[in-house]
Every structure is written in structure tokens, then in C-alpha cells.
């Protein structure tokens, strides 16, 4: 609770105050019993009668030092002012960053939050994409099952084709074969009609020749007998004489 000190370096010892003269003299303050004040030049002892100021110095020592309480007072009430005003704004300040990193960490929550999303999410599209892989390797089988169907079917088409085709012409051979056998058969049936409208016709005019001979016969005619045979090609016809 005593009066503060400062370490004066000229006389090597704590003194209560440095002052400064009109001539720019630093001297010691120093606080005496019963309230009274002594200034001392410093490093100059107390005992030394020489080291006693004026009465004139003294006074402005005084000045100076009434100025220098008041600008202490101001200095002290305006460190005051500042210290609360910048515990204000360091309470601000801190109060903003508390609010700032509750929102960072609100941020940070939503973030997390929408990275467990985004991975459930991945999840999901990487089992699909293993389904759609899996469905993808199934559809490839399949198709190569039935390219090796239809390759199967394309050559089993194709020696039905030929098979048709061998059958196709056999049957045109057989086809013309039966026409040419027809056409044989109807000249053969031509042939036979005309041989049996020939002996008809011969055998027509031998009825016909006969008749004659008989008539002629009963008539007193005399008749030279001509073998004729029916069918034949020549045949004679007796002469009435």
C-alpha cells in the first residue's frame, strides 16, 4: 500500500518520482515524514548542502508535478475508459466468435450430416452400379447364347435350303419324267386308237365285200373265191361277168 517507486540509475536507488527542472535537470522526488517533500538532484547525497534546489525550482517543481498528477489522472481515467471499452469489444468480439464458431460448428454438424447422406448415397449408387454390372455380365451371356443359337439355326436353315433345293429339283426331274412318260402313253393310246379305226375299217369293207359276193351268188353270178382275211390291207373283189 506505499507509494510506488521507480529505480533511479544515477544514484543507483528507488525513488518516489523523477521531475525534470526548468533547465532540464532530472531530480528526485522523495516523500518525507509528516507529508513534506525534499527535491534532490540525483547522485548527489543528502548531507550535501549543495544538492538543495531554489525556492524558484522548487515552485516549478511543484507545477510540474500538479501537472504531472493530473495527467496522470487523466491518463489513468482514460486507460480506464479504454480498458472497458476494449473489454467491451473483446466480450463482443468474443461473444461474435462464440456465436461465429457455434455456427461453424452448426455448419460443420450439417456438413457431417450431409457427408453421411452423400456417402449412404455412394452406397446406394455403388450397389446399383454392382446390380447394373451383374445384370450387364447376365445380358452378355444371354446374348452370346443366342448368337450361338442363331448360328446354329442359320446353319440348320441353310441345309434346309439345300435340302429343298436337291428335293426341288428331284421333283422337276420326276415332273418332266411324268410328262414325257404321259405324252409317251397318249401317242401310244393314238397309235393303238388309229391300228383299231384301221382294222374296223377293214373290217367294214370285208362285211361289205362278203355281202356283195353272196348277193351276186344268189343272183347267178359267178363268183371267183379271194381269200380275204378281215384286217388286211389288199383284198379282191369279184368281177360280175
Same mark, same amino acid.
Given at each position: ?10 544514484s543507483q ?18 516523500l518525507e515524514?509528516? @507529508?513534506?517533500r ?11 548542502g549543495g544538492?538543495e534546489l531554489?525556492?524558484? *525550482? ?8 500538479q501537472?504531472?498528477v493530473e ?10 475508459a479504454?480498458?472497458?471499452?476494449? @473489454?467491451r469489444?473483446?466480450?463482443?468480439? @468474443? ?25 449412404e ?19 452378355v451371356?444371354?446374348?452370346?447364347a443366342l ?11 441353310a441345309a434346309?435350303?439345300?435340302?429343298? *433345293? ?5 421333283l ?9 412318260? *404321259? ?5 401310244e ?9 384301221d ?8 362285211l361289205?365285200?362278203r @355281202? ?25 373283189r369279184?368281177?360280175p361277168?
Open positions: 500500500g506505499g507509494a510506488p517507486s521507480v529505480w533511479d540509475h544515477a536507488s528507488y525513488v518516489a518520482r523523477l521531475m525534470q527542472t526548468s533547465s532540464g535537470k532530472p531530480v528526485a522526488f522523495h515524514e509528516g @507529508g513534506g525534499r527535491f534532490q538532484h540525483p547522485g548527489v547525497s543528502g548531507s550535501d544538492g531554489s525556492e524558484v *525550482e522548487q515552485t516549478t517543481s511543484l507545477k510540474l508535478e501537472i504531472a495527467f496522470n489522472y487523466l491518463l489513468t481515467q482514460q486507460l480506464a479504454q480498458r472497458q471499452h476494449f @473489454g469489444l473483446l466480450e463482443e468480439a @468474443g461473444l461474435q466468435a462464440r456465436r461465429e464458431a457455434k455456427g461453424v460448428e452448426n455448419k460443420l454438424a450439417r456438413l457431417r450430416a450431409a457427408n453421411r447422406g452423400a456417402r448415397h455412394v452406397r446406394g449408387v455403388e450397389s446399383k452400379l454392382e446390380e447394373a454390372v451383374r445384370r450387364k455380365e447376365a445380358l451371356a444371354e446374348l452370346n448368337r450361338v443359337r442363331r448360328e446354329r439355326m442359320q446353319s440348320l436353315n434346309l435350303l439345300k435340302r429343298q *433345293e436337291r428335293k426341288r429339283k428331284m422337276e426331274r420326276e415332273q418332266k419324267m411324268q410328262k414325257q412318260r *404321259e405324252r409317251e402313253l397318249v401317242k393310246k393314238e397309235t393303238r386308237i388309229h391300228d383299231l379305226q382294222q374296223i375299217r377293214d373290217l367294214r369293207n370285208f361289205k365285200t @355281202g356283195s359276193i353272196q348277193t351276186a351268188r344268189r343272183e347267178g353270178a359267178t363268183v371267183v373265191d379271194v381269200a380275204v382275211t378281215p384286217g388286211s390291207k389288199k383284198h379282191g369279184g368281177k361277168r
